[in-house]
């Protein structure tokens, strides 16, 4: 399976071996409903939290990107997951519900600040023809991490939340380690080549790209629906009779199906135009998430299940590639925070926007958005497909 990614360097290999041990301790955010109960936080409390937490994943991915490019890759992997480890311990002693908000707002941007450096760092180590299977990679290694982190999770937290948190910060603490004796950045564009394009440090020269800011809303729809796996997925299955297990048994079926037909996806699919690729995937995935509103016993959930996960195995690495072909040298770090950014807030309106027209207009609405802004967002998307492919050829030439 590994042969489809030979040939990338050492600097990939390494990212995708330390996200592997990050994503094996992304263990306390599933459970933290389930500890703010243990400690008396409900209503409100519970809310005031989880709102930090996805508030987080809005201010990360920007900071992550501005310090990429601004004090480097590496410092500013390093920064993020030393901080999100403190926030592990600030957000385990925390004495209450504010005081918890706090620290997931704290853990969530810290955690958020890493990836733009990480997708930065791997697109100065990697020609542009082989970036899609680099982040299909590292894609990978989150499934894997993630999968695994799912069965220890359940049973850490049967002896003691605090093995989460603890397992968390120290699985933090080796990926910082890694990052810090392991990798070497690159030789990059001057800082000054920031200021002679007239753009400045800041985030002028991402919002000066009218093809980028064509292509990210497109991409932040793609990733609200497949957000929806996350949030109305297990609303519908409890809505259904089915048990916690149950929720459980998909979500295995999805982490099976992506690790292991991946690698096999990645090195057929990368020889094809990214973009059409990108729009067939997101249309499966579209597909699968609406095929949910018919299920209605396990066989069937299952089934839409498998629908999107083969969506994501398709797109896998693509529209992170896309934006790192599109940037110049030396703002590829705030490239990859405006595409962190929008992945940060198709999420947020999954858990906001999601849940308030399931509970409120009803599954239905939710399921026909879901595939109705689904396709259409990937048949746009198609429609950019010959001037990305003209504007990345001109910045190879050049």
Known sequence: MLSTFRGLPPTVWTVFAGTIVNRLGHLVTPFLVFLLADRGVTGAGTSYVLGALGAGNLLG???????????????????GLLAAAA??????LAPGALTMAAAALLLSAAS????????????????????????????WGVNIGTAVAGVLGGFLAAHGYWLLFA????????????????????????????????????????????????????????????????????LAMRDSGLSPAAYGATAAVNA??????????????????????????????????ALTGLADGIVGYTASVAVWSLGE?????????????????????????????????????????GVTLYTGLGPAALWL????????????????????TARVSHTLAA
Do not use: C
Not at 61 to 79: E, Q, W
Not at 198 to 207: F, K, N, Q
Not at 369 to 388: E, I
């Open 61 to 79: 991915p920007v900071l992550g990107g501005f310090l990429a490019d601004r004090i480097g890759r590496r410092p500013t992997m390093l920064t």
């Open 87 to 92: 926030a592990q311990g600030a957000l385990f």
């Open 112 to 139: 958020a600040t890493v990836s733009p450096a990480a997708y930065a760092l791997m697109a100065d180590a990697v020609d542009a023809e082989r970036r899609q299977r680099a982040y299909a990679l590292f894609g």
């Open 167 to 234: 397992v968390d910060a120290g699985t933090l603490l080796i990926y910082a380690t890694v990052v810090a004796t392991r990798l070497r950045e690159p030789r990059r564009a001057p800082k000054a080549a920031d200021t002679a394009a007239g753009a400045g440090l800041g985030y002028g020269v991402v919002l000066r790209d009218r093809l980028l800011l064509a292509l990210l809303p497109l991409f932040g729809v793609q990733l609200f629906v497949y957000s929806l796996t996350e949030v109305a997925l297990p």
């Open 256 to 289: 099976v199906l992506v690790v292991a037909l991946q690698p096999f996806a990645s090195g057929l699919l990368a020889r094809l135009p990214q973009l059409p690729v990108q729009a067939a995937g997101s249309a499966l995935i579209a597909v699968g998430v």
């Open 313 to 353: 195995v398709v797109v896998a690495g693509i529209a992170a590639s896309v934006v790192a072909n599109l940037a110049p040298a030396h703002a590829r770090g705030r490239y990859q925070g405006a595409f962190g950014w929008t992945w940060g807030l198709a999420r947020f309106a999954a858990l906001t926007l």
């Open 369 to 388: 958005l879901a595939l109705t802004a689904g396709l259409l967002a990937a048949a746009t998307t198609l429609v950019l497909h010959r001037r990305v």
